[in-house]
């Protein structure tokens, strides 16, 4: 398989899900004018939105969007379990999926981290959304995943909750319950693999965008 991908944005989480399934694929870094590194093609050739992740599987078949993505690896490998084990469970697990694309991933962080984005904006997305993190330090009291066990929405919300570092609004102190659970998940080897060197450069992102607006992580 093929996975297209690029440092920072949200196909780390599919990234994570390889790696904890013991799992690989060939891993093609797209950079910002959307072409492949390892070989200079146009990523755009393969998915003409130009976002990632982006999946070629085994039989070539392109998948695109990143819940629908890990949903597929949970699948391809089931003895992994980072899938669902009953009906309820899947919905559950659609219903995270879903939660963290919308609600954090593109409901409060994409905003936040738009360079192009006005103050006043940020500002109203920050009064809006934050609730978002209220109802997970709800959840997550006394649990240590988000399902009764690791999943791809797991994967997929540590992932997001890496861009914090990078968007000074937001202070996980403030959320002692999601701050644990991001401590615990980002110390598992398939995050540290996943995330070699993305953390050195988030937190020099964080550093530069202090009075000079919100730098953005590509996704």
Partial sequence: MDLYFSPLACSMATRVAFYEAGQSANYLEVDKAKQVRNDGSDFLKVNPLGLVPTLRTDDGAVLTEN?????????RFPQAGLGASSETERSGLHQ???FIGTELHKGLFVPLLDRKAPPEMKAYVLEKNLSRLDYLENYLQGREFLLDHFSVADAYLVTVINWTMATP?????KWPNVKAYYE???ARPSNCESNRGGVRTLQGR???AQGSGVSVISS
Avoid at 169 to 173: D, F, M, V
């Fill in 67 to 75: 819940a629908a993505i890990l949903q597929y690896i949970a699948d």
């Fill in 169 to 173: 609004p937001i202070e996980l102190a």
């Fill in 96 to 98: 995270w999926l879903c």
């Fill in 206 to 208: 964080n550093r530069a």
């Fill in 184 to 186: 615990r998940l980002r």
